[in-house]
């Protein structure tokens, strides 16, 4: 029987890698917490970049180191995200006009103004989409249909909800929420 534990947590050593190192997020291990975070500038905005993972069983740093780099092709990612929001505008059920009237419901009118400023953002999707912060990415190497989230939003002390688009793990957008 003691041979059977022997050979099992052999196995199940070389399931699980010790330690993956990153470039980007330093070591990750087992004993982390499950979220590495860096932060990328990029045309003067610093945006977080987050690493979560729940168990790092059955992933390798490829794999990691992969979608890491999809996620720092920030301007690339962030150029498809607001195509697909603004391609979500012309939809009746449009998770983003939810988003803005989530706001405009929300959120003090001053504060909107000092953020988005004066303009076409309230009647106009496309405006709106343009107007909006890159918040946040986040990688999921565990989940396939949405390796990658890009969070857009406005200031954290406005509002606690963000417009959430998943691209899955071959760089497609594939869903579109409000996160809180």
Known sequence: MRDVARLASRAYAHAVPAVIESPVFGEISADGDGTWQAFVEVDGAKIEL???IDTL?????ALIESLTQQA???????????EALEQDCDDDDSVVIAYREHLLK???SGELEAHFGEGAWR???EA????LTLLRIVIYPEQPDGAIAVDYGV???LTDHVLCLAFDIDGEPNALS???
Do not use: N, P
């Open 178 to 180: 409000i996160e809180a």
């Open 123 to 125: 009647t106009s999707g």
């Open 155 to 157: 200031e954290s002390k």
């Open 72 to 82: 720092l092709q920030v301007r690339e990612l962030d150029r498809q995200a607001r």
């Open 50 to 52: 987050e690493l979560s």
């Open 106 to 108: 929300h959120v003090d």
């Open 128 to 131: 709106f989409v343009k107007a």
């Open 57 to 61: 069983a059955g992933l390798d740093g």
